[in-house]
């Protein structure tokens, strides 16, 4: 695993947002031949954002898969970890038990964004399959737009936000440790306001 930390972000990394949902719409990250799909696989990299660079405060909302009502600001003063996912989408089922596992084990809110579901139901299913209890907005790709600058570009992806809702960082591709979030979980707590409420 990779961790890098980011050079000031320039007008290139301003213009990836335009850019994002469309690849989402053409599936996971990078091309990658699985059965019928094809699937952008991400290395796994983790890349930190320094404190000075984090941006504006992340703002997004929606209606969560069961219809209730989810929005990041109501999260400020913890650390929430986002993570963005698809039923549809091999390496969001192999990164799933690790998700669930760290959002019992880890101090921090967690929330997903589903992408590009064919069905509310699949996606539900998705969750109890693998034991997700955290709400999951249910979106097409606004919320991963939210993220301005520092919009991943596929899923799986996990944005984890400091206590100020900025990005302190991404995980680009599936997660594979609960300690690797688990340390970018306490990394995100120490730099952007203390411990959580």
């Known amino acids: ?9 320039g007008a290139l ?20 031949g699985t059965g019928d799909a094809n699937f952008v696989v991400g290395n796994s990299s ?16 929606g209606d969560s898969l069961e219809g209730d009502p989810v929005d ?12 963005f996912w698809g039923s549809w989408c091999n390496p969001c089922r192999d ?6 596992e760290a959002s019992e084990q880890l101090d921090a809110v967690f929330v997903g964004a589903q992408l590009r579901d064919d069905s509310t139901a699949a ?3 998705f969750e109890r399959e693998f034991g997700i209890t955290y709400p ?5 790709g606004a919320t991963m737009l939210a993220l301005g600058r520092y919009s991943p570009t596929g899923s799986p992806s996990t944005a984890v936000l400091d206590p100020q809702g900025r990005v302190a960082a991404l995980v680009n591709g599936p997660l594979t440790s609960v300690r690797t979030l ?3 979980v306490d990394d995100a707590r120490a730099a952007g306001g203390g411990a959580a409420s």
């Open 13 to 32: 990394l301003a213009a990836l947002a335009a850019v994002v949902l469309p690849l989402l719409l053409a599936g996971c990250s990078g091309f990658q």
């Open 1 to 9: 695993m990779t961790v890098r930390r980011t050079p000031r972000p």
């Open 46 to 61: 983790v890349v930190q954002i320094d404190e000075a660079d984090r941006g504006e405060p992340v703002e997004a909302s």
């Open 95 to 100: 990164e799933a038990p690790v998700l669930a």
């Open 72 to 83: 990041l600001t109501a999260y400020r003063g913890d650390v929430v970890v986002l993570n």
């Open 136 to 140: 999951t907005i249910a979106d097409s």
């Open 123 to 125: 996606a539900i299913a």
């Open 182 to 184: 688990e340390d970018l």
